[in-house]
């Protein structure tokens, strides 16, 4: 407990010393001025609790109006939505596919979207974006205007490289570039980051790059969760690139894995309608952040209370309050 004026904490003290003392020199004055005119002699012990309780009660809500003013303050912990959320989108040529109206890329955008708007003032999201390379395009902020920008920004080209989405989306997270051991190194120490999260919008179609695998080994021993959602449909689309037509379906066995290796899970999303029903469905971490909760008000409600008990068994024993 903390005060935000300690000082009066020493006030509360003099003042509630001297009210006892007082209390005492005038009983005193009170026995001895009783004993003069005959009126002296043993008092038993439910006497004296009568006799002193109502003012004892009087002087201990002083105390603690006292210290009330000295505005006492406790750290509680309130349980809220928070952290770091970083999307993370395929635009590979396959997204091209219209196996999901509009586009597999353009359903991934609207479910985004409303994903970003239903989020707390206290979720930062950024946004990046990976095809044959990862490009971080709005780093997370708690501006989410900024992050929908970015999304709207979105167009589709070449290969898929998740792993290095990973990377990069690991090393936006720590603030640091991560890169996979090598040669039978031991992993990089990336501290643990168990409020950030990221989610994956893809068809799971890889076509080289990092070991994905890896990738999500690392996240996990940082704490990173990884969510993702499949995007398309598993009898798949045809999209032209260069000249050729190229069969793509939706593969979830890769994206399956990564999920699972971080402890997040893979979300299914077979069409338009479900994508958006499917991005309600990302689990967000619930933190703990300790925040200062004054108790003036407890302490002017336990002092009020003891004051109309003290004065209430003072009028009804002996007649009057003091």
Known sequence: MSFFYPV???????????AVVAYVRVQKRRTAALAAVGFGGPVTRRA??????????????LAVLLVGLARPQAEVSVPRVAGTVLLAFDVSNSMRADDVSPTRLGAAQAAAREFVEEQPGTVDVGVLVFGDQALLTQAPTDDHEASLAAINRLATGGGTSLGQALLVGLGTITGKPVGLPQNGAPPPDLGYWPSATIVVFSDGQETGGPD?????????????????VGIGTERGATVEVD??????ALDPELLTTVAQTTGGAYLPAGDAATLTDTTKSIDLRLTAKKEPLELTAPFAGVALLLLMLGAVLGTRWHGRIV
């Not at 009066?8 to 001297?18: E, F, M, R, Y």
């Not at 994905?212 to 993702?228: D, M």
């Open 8 to 18: 009066l904490l020493a006030v509360a003290a003099l003042i509630t010393g001297a």
């Open 48 to 61: 004296s609790v009568r006799r002193h309780l109502p003012y004892a009660l009087i002087l201990v809500a």
């Open 212 to 228: 994905v695998t890896a990738a999500a080994e690392l996240a996990a021993a940082a704490g990173v969760r990884i969510q993702t």
């Open 243 to 248: 000249g050729f037509q190229l069969g793509t």
